[in-house]
């Protein structure tokens, strides 16, 4: 059984919405609370680039993405969610759940990935 299992990707206009989720299914509850959990992307032809990350106390985000995204976890369901609105091609890439983040640094615990793409 996977540590991190991301899901929600899909196809979607310029403009729309998308929420991505991201489950712990190998984790306590008692530990979850206490990760530190990200997301990067990334897209055809270039480096895996932070997104945003949420540890118990702070939130950070990417430029590119501040105002638009938000990373948000609910630690009854051990699940982590990057909702992503008013999205641009430029959004299109794999995105990946991780786990032990350090500020926009990423851990070592990935998730499979999931496909967004933005397009009309």
């Known amino acids: 059984q996977p540590h991190l299992v991301e899901s929600g990707g899909g196809l979607v206009q310029p403009g729309g919405s998308l929420r991505l989720s991201c489950k712990f299914p190998r984790s306590i509850l008692s530990s979850f609370v206490q990760y530190a959990v990200g997301w990067f992307r990334q897209a055809p032809g270039k480096q895996r680039e932070f997104v945003a990350a949420?540890?118990?106390?702070?939130?950070l985000y990417a430029d590119s993405v501040k105002g638009r995204f938000t990373i948000s976890r609910d630690n009854a369901r051990k699940t982590v969610y990057l909702q992503m609105n008013s999205l641009k091609p430029e959004d299109s890439a794999v995105y990946y759940c991780?786990?032990?983040?350090?500020?926009?640094?990423?851990?070592?615990?990935w998730g499979q990935g999931t496909q967004v793409t933005v397009s009309s």
């Open positions: 991780n786990r032990d983040v350090e500020g926009d640094r990423a851990g070592d615990y």
């Open positions: 949420r540890t118990p106390t702070d939130t």
